[in-house]
C-alpha cells in the first residue's frame, strides 16, 4: 500500500514522511540495507506505547469517576493488550506498508501479530512526533479505543445492581432514581440524580448520561449503607 493511501486510510497526513517511513521500517530492512538503528520501528515504539497508555489512562480517569485504581488498571491492560493493537493493525493494513528484510517476509514476519501491534505502536509516536498530542490522542480515540466504551461498560461494576441486593438483605424494598439536574451544552451534557430508598434521600450523582448519573448515585448510596447492620439501613 503506497503512503498516500495510508495517510487516507489513518485519517492523517504528515508534514514529515520520514516519520512514516521509519514507523513502518523493520529492523531487519534497517540491517540489510544499512540503515542506522533510529531507522527502524523498534524506539517509535517505546515511545508509543508510553503515548497510547496515557490516553487509555485519561479516558479512564475521564469516563469513570466511580472505579477504583486497581480495576482501572485491568480494563486499562485490556484496551491496550498486543490482540487489541494488532486487530487495529489489520483494519489499517499496516502490513501492507511494512519494509521488512528478505529473512522476515521469509518466515512470515509482516502478519506476526506481536509485530503488527508493535507497529501501530510506533504510528502512534510518528503522529506524536509529527503533529502533536493531540493528533496521536484523536487516531488512538478514533481507531484503538474505539470499542473502549463497551469494555468499561462490561467490565465496570454495576452500582445500582449492587445498591439493590445490598438494602434488599438489609430491609429497604423501594428505590427510585429521579433526575434533578441536566446542564451543559447538546454535545457535552451533564446529568445529576438523586436516588431515594424508601422514599427517603440516600444520595446523588453526575454523569454525561442519565444511566451514568443513575451509577453514580447508587455509588454514594452503597459508600453510605454499606456498612450499615443487617436489621436496616439508617434513612433518617
Known sequence: MPMTELQNR?????????????????????????????GCYERLEFLGDAIL???AAELLYNRSPLLPEGKMTRIRAELVCEESLCRTA?????????????????????ERPSILADM???????IYLDGGMESAKAFILRFVLAGAEAVISRRSLDNKTALQ??????????????LTGESGPDHDKRFTVAVYIDGVYGGDGEGRSKKEAEQAAAAAALAKYAGEPSAGPDLQ
Open 10 to 38: 489513518i485519517e492523517y497526513h504528515f508534514q514529515d514522511l520520514s516519520l512514516l517511513q521509519t514507523a513502518m521500517t523493520h529492523s531487519s530492512y534497517a540491517n540489510e540495507h544499512g540503515l542506522p538503528h533510529s
Open 53 to 55: 497508555g496515557l490516553t
Open 90 to 110: 489489520r483494519e489499517l493494513r499496516l502490513g501492507e506498508c511494512m519494509r521488512l528484510g528478505r529473512g522476515a517476509e521469509i518466515s512470515g514476519d509482516r
Open 120 to 126: 501501530t505502536e510506533s504510528l502512534i509516536a510518528a
Open 165 to 178: 441486593e445490598l438494602l434488599q438483605r438489609q430491609g429497604a424494598v423501594a428505590i427510585h432514581y429521579e
